[in-house]
């Protein structure tokens, strides 16, 4: 099958799924597409488990699929830069303090805190997993996936400023634990100890240098977008923006998708404020709604559709069951450890633990980390425990989501961004 074939595939698939959603099961549309492409694929599993049917073209079709190659090193350079651009700056900058923290030291805490439950529970199972790929596991799973908490979070009915924490969270953690898993696993796959200055420098290189290059070229497409009001050119501009800045990015290796977030940022304030007319902005809001939603469509259709390429067990199956807990306390812990010495200085809402608990939704971003890890034997036990974690998130905690908000936050909060 051709790369065009493989493309038109897709799309057509994906369009059948969101027209099957929108008319008759009417879910929130990225946990529809999902959800379609699980039944599907389920249905294709049982079916040649019974002998009924082969699905061997489809299974094929399947194996095809580079999905780790297609989210980290094209579809997420679009995706966090549609998010980033609708992220207010100046909302933004109110919580920045707590929002950084989170990004950072709860990345980290929860990364320790994950792998070591999931290194107890699969020696309770009896998975021989070396402690460094627990903490592997740990790393690709405590980030939530700002694809699947943006897109929820629109049509979730939550006021603006906790949009901005949750969304400026989750576009920030994203960046931060790709850096973290990166870190991790050049550990686990070194015969040498590094040392803990060339660990932090490496942090320190890929953050900072991610932030820095996402400024520099989004001020410099800031710059050309003030030059000229015709919003083809200006379009295209930003989409050279978040393709090239990608590339450019992993080029000179930084963090590509703090990158793309930082230009984002920009253009999204600057750049749309001060950089166009009212008509540009307008034509640029509706193209990056429309690359936003046609991406989300393909890729939580391919989430669903993974399921086919992972060998299940019945300790697979367990083990992910453990993973769910141990992901949850780890979230919960890394943000109340942090929110409570952060109240010794500053307020919060109430019940702020439970939502960011509960919202961090997992996503595409740790399924494609987890296929990206070499072909050693703890991947075998890593990706399917990874895909329960993400299959219960987004099915589970996205389409409870909404009507949990209610126990989660205050009543005044509960109005539409």
């Not at 690709?140 to 929820?152: E, G, K, M």
């Not at 932090?200 to 996402?214: A, D, N, T």
């Not at 890593?382 to 409870?400: A, E, K």
Request: glycine share 8%; aromatic share 10%.
């Amino acid at each position: 099958m051709t790369a065009f074939q493989m493309i038109a595939a897709l799309l057509s698939l994906a369009a059948l799924c969101s027209y099957l959603n929108h008319k008759y099961v009417k879910l929130q549309a990225s946990i529809g597409q999902m959800a379609f492409a699980v039944a599907i694929s389920a249905s294709v599993l049982c079916l040649e488990a019974v002998g009924v049917v082969n699905f061997h073209s489809a299974n094929s079709f399947i194996h095809q699929i580079d999905f780790s190659n297609i989210l980290l090193h094209g579809m997420l350079s679009f995706l966090l830069f549609a998010g980033a651009l609708h992220i207010d700056l100046e909302e933004l900058k109110g919580v920045a303090w707590p929002v950084s923290i989170l990004a950072t030291a709860g990345v980290v805490i929860a990364t320790f805190v994950t792998g070591t439950l999931v290194w107890y529970a699969a020696a309770f199972i009896g998975f021989d997993m070396p402690y460094t790929y627990a903490l592997l596991f740990g790393a690709l799973i405590s980030p939530t996936d700002p694809i699947a908490v943006l897109s929820i979070l629109k049509k979730a009915g939550i006021s603006r400023t906790l949009y901005v924490k949750i969304g400026g969270e989750s576009l920030l953690n994203d960046g931060v634990g790709v850096v973290v898993f990166l870190t991790i696993l050049g550990l686990a796959s070194s015969t040498t100890q590094p040392s803990f200055m060339n660990v932090s420098l490496l942090l320190v290189r890929e953050v900072l240098g991610g932030i820095i290059l996402g400024l520099l070229l989004g001020l410099a497409v800031y710059y050309l977008l003030r030059s000229i009001d015709e919003y083809r050119v200006e379009i295209l501009l930003t989409l050279a923006l978040a393709a090239g800045g990608y590339a450019l990015a992993e080029l000179l290796s930084v963090s590509a998708p703090i990158c793309m977030v930082a230009a984002g940022l920009m253009i999204g304030n600057h750049g749309r404020v001060f950089g166009m007319s009212e008509r540009s902005r307008q034509r640029l809001d509706e193209f990056w709604e429309l690359v936003d939603e046609i991406l989300n469509a393909v890729l939580f259709m391919l989430i669903g559709f993974e399921v086919v390429v992972i060998s299940f067990t019945g300790q697979h199956v367990l083990l992910g069951v453990f993973a769910i807990a141990a992901t949850l306390i780890g979230r919960f812990v890394s943000v109340g450890s942090i929110i409570s010495l952060m109240r010794l200085h500053r307020p919060f809402e109430k019940r702020t633990v439970r939502l960011l608990t509960w919202g961090g939704l997992r996503g595409g971003l740790s399924i494609a980390m987890a296929l990206s890890l070499p072909p050693v034997p703890e991947k075998d036990v890593i990706l399917p425990m990874t895909y329960i974690v993400v299959l219960f998130s987004i099915l589970v905690q996205g389409l409870t989501f909404k009507s949990a908000l209610r126990f989660l936050i205050d009543s005044r909060d509960c109005l539409k961004i």
